[in-house]
């Protein structure tokens, strides 16, 4: 027992020691208990955000959705993701459903703007956001999807590459022929990679290839050979018994992998997907429900046409899903909206309004709110029932729809009462605090009146909880400029981007 004690309590330390890298504190993110959503007539409407798992956690017979993110780590810059899937499980049918985002989708990223999905990851960890990349990818999937994330892992390249080297490589069939010539290599360099067709074995350098190549044939193949790798390495695991291995894989995973699943439940789930059957583990595509969008001297886009996402989500989900990114898909940007700082952070409101111009919103005016100081949530006054876009303007504030109120009066937009408001401002020029107004004036601290107010189709008072997007070191323009994206799906995201 001695002699059993000297060595079980140091490989037990060590254990707990590597435990704490792997295994993170859940995700705390920003919930909207409401979400907009289209009804059967196509008018956007908000309705209860899907319920997550209660306070103590998983019961083990719910359903699960987890995130799963393949990371790179590059030496300057934000580690992005290669690799988006979500896997939901069924513990009771036990059966399990994987859906791959492909990173050119067009979403929008709370709190950002409009982008590609791929660049959350990068925006969350590289401003360290709450719950840094994780976090925000999770939370645009949830503004988006209408789907509840639970939980995520993540892996970067080596810790993949250790992965399969522990297990001892992984055994998959190629379907046919790969030869990359542009694979990226060392030092910003290409290098060209070869798999011939058939079966083979492949260890953990070999593996990553297999799953990052794609100048072949393309990132929707891709997207195909990593949900096969999944596969292999899932098939691999249960063939071997990994329970000895425990504590040198959580020591060799400790700096590379990632998770907010709680070690208990990692073993439960463990245990339920060792008893899913192959052939209940079903594969979903997004690609049929998006199309290429190119523009000169704009981003690629893959957008999505939501009618016909809508029974994807479902099919794998399990469960009924209005994704709230079809509501936000036709906005107003010629509204008029007023931006009022209820808060003490001088200038809030004027850098929230170069984000809602920055995407495309023409007419925003900012305003110091009569009692600043005094606004510990953010709220949002809809007049007239433009519900898209003032769902869409909560996104780039970055907090929920259950901050919009729908006012049953509607703004004045005739010319009397634009003059009469132009009047009203040159009288009374509007200001957050900073000194500047949208007229090149200076201002002092102002508000505006109740009937002045009501010229705005729009208008948001900043709380307390509303993000300053000054605390961002890395803005939207800034990533697609680092990543050098353009409207060439072939040119972007290649050497540097995994």
């Known amino acids: 027992m001695l002699v059993a004690g000297a060595v079980a309590i140091p490989l037990l330390y060590q254990t707990m020691q590597a435990g704490r890298e792997v295994f993170v504190e859940p995700v705390e993110r920003q919930r909207s208990s409401l979400m907009p959503v289209l009804n059967t007539a196509g008018t956007p409407v908000l309705q209860a955000a899907p319920t997550q798992f209660a306070e103590q956690g998983w019961n083990g017979k719910d359903r699960m959705t987890i995130l799963l993110l393949g990371v790179d780590n590059p030496v300057e810059g934000a580690a992005r993701t290669d690799t988006i899937i979500l896997v939901n499980i069924d513990p009771r049918a036990e059966t399990a459903s994987m859906l791959p985002i492909p990173r050119d989708m067009r979403v929008v990223i709370p709190g950002y703007g409009i982008d590609k999905i791929n660049a959350a990851y990068a925006l969350g960890e590289f401003n360290k956001v ?32 250790t992965m399969v080297d522990t297990l001892g490589g992984i055994t998959l069939d190629v379907p046919y022929p790969i030869k990359d010539n542009r694979y990226p290599g060392d030092n910003l360099t290409y290098q060209r990679v070869y798999f011939p067709a058939g079966w083979q074995r492949l260890d953990g350098a070999k593996a990553l290839q297999y799953a990052r190549t794609r100048h072949a044939d393309g990132d929707s193949h891709r997207s195909r050979r990593q949900q096969q790798v999944l596969l292999a390495l899932r098939d691999q695991a249960i063939a071997l018994d990994l329970l000895p291995k425990l504590p040198s894989l959580i020591d060799d995973f400790g700096d590379t992998v990632r998770t907010d699943v709680s070690p208990d439940d990692a073993v439960r789930l463990a245990q339920i997907g060792s008893r899913i059957p192959r052939d209940q583990i079903v594969s979903h595509s997004l690609l049929p429900a998006l199309f290429e969008q190119r523009e000169a001297d704009k981003p690629y886009y893959l957008v999505p046409d939501w009618d016909l996402v809508v029974p994807i989500l479902t099919e794998f989900s399990g469960t009924d899903v209005n994704p709230p990114g079809a509501a936000l898909t036709n906005p107003s940007y010629d509204l008029p909206v007023l931006i009022e700082n209820g808060t003490t952070n001088d200038g809030l409101a004027g850098r929230v309004a170069d984000v809602m111009i920055a995407n495309g919103f023409t007419d925003v005016d900012v305003v110091m709110a009569g009692d600043r100081g005094k606004h510990p949530a953010t709220t949002v006054t809809d007049r007239g029932g433009n519900l898209g876009t003032s769902a869409l303007l909560t996104n780039l504030v970055g907090v929920g729809a259950d901050k919009i109120t729908i006012v049953d009066a509607p703004w004045s937009d005739d010319e009397e009462s634009d003059s009469e408001g132009a009047d009203a401002a040159a009288a009374s020029p509007i200001g957050d605090g900073t000194g500047a107004t949208s007229g090149g004036m200076l201002a002092e601290e102002a508000s505006l009146s109740t009937e002045e107010r009501a010229r705005y189709a729009i208008v948001i008072t900043l709380g307390d909880d509303a993000p300053d997007p000054a605390s961002n070191d890395l803005q939207l323009d800034e990533y697609q400029e680092q990543i050098g994206d353009s409207d060439n799906p072939a040119d972007a995201d290649t050497d540097s981007e995994p």
């Open 130 to 161: 709450p719950g840094g990349g994780a976090g925000l990818m999770m939370r645009t999937i949830e503004a988006n999807f209408g789907l509840p994330i639970h939980h995520f892992a993540s892996v970067n390249f080596s810790g993949f590459v």
